[in-house]
């Protein structure tokens, strides 16, 4: 009996971390609503260089318990939310993508769980099979591979979204010591 349950220490002892570190980032994340940041696009491919001519704000607008709503304004495209939700089971990410007129987009819902690699300033989300389903159905199958993080670093004044896949890196950065006016409006509300 004493071998089995000190095999089993070591699955209790990640489990908690896993939720400490989800806790801690939450925490984090928590502390920045209500707020809206001007961001800058800091990767380097080329495909993103529309994005870099545009002035980027995200506001940290809606707040629950299990649920942090931040809409992304990329010029005058207040299209994007990213969608960040809490339960027993973990964290999760995922994206609405909405047109002017409040309809959804095609490519709208995607995202995936908090992968156990994560930590308290940095969760990463891989693509999960609902969103691996809609890429494949939506004839984007590259995109099955990836993999998006937030990044929460009170202390370096930082909140960082990513996507990663092969061949392709984007990286947006927002200064968190620096608030700014929210944006009008996301389509849709």
């Known amino acids: 009996m004493f071998l089995r349950i000190t095999a089993l220490a070591p699955l209790v002892l990640l489990s908690s971390c896993a939720s400490g570190a989800e806790d801690e980032f939450w925490d984090r ?95 990463t989300f891989p693509a999960d099979d609902a969103t691996k389903a809609l890429f494949d159905r939506e004839g984007i199958p590259v995109s099955k591979a990836n993999t998006w993080a937030i990044e929460v670093r009170p202390t370096h004044s930082l909140f960082a979204y990513e996507l990663e896949r092969p061949e ?16 009008p409006p996301h389509w849709g509300e």
């Open 168 to 183: 392709r890196f984007f990286r947006v950065e927002f200064d968190t010591s620096a608030p700014v006016d929210p944006p």
């Open 29 to 123: 994340l928590s502390l920045l609503c209500g707020k809206a940041f001007e961001g800058e696009i800091v990767s380097t491919d080329a495909v993103d260089d529309d994005w870099r001519a545009q002035r980027v704000v995200m506001h940290v607008r809606d707040c629950s318990e299990s649920e942090i709503r931040i809409p992304l304004a990329v010029g005058e495209d207040r299209s994007r939310t990213w969608v960040l939700s809490r339960n027993a089971g973990g964290l999760a990410l995922h994206h609405v993508h909405l047109h002017e007129d409040g309809t959804e987009d095609p490519v709208t819902g995607y995202g995936g769980a908090a992968s156990e690699n994560s930590s308290g300033s940095r969760q």
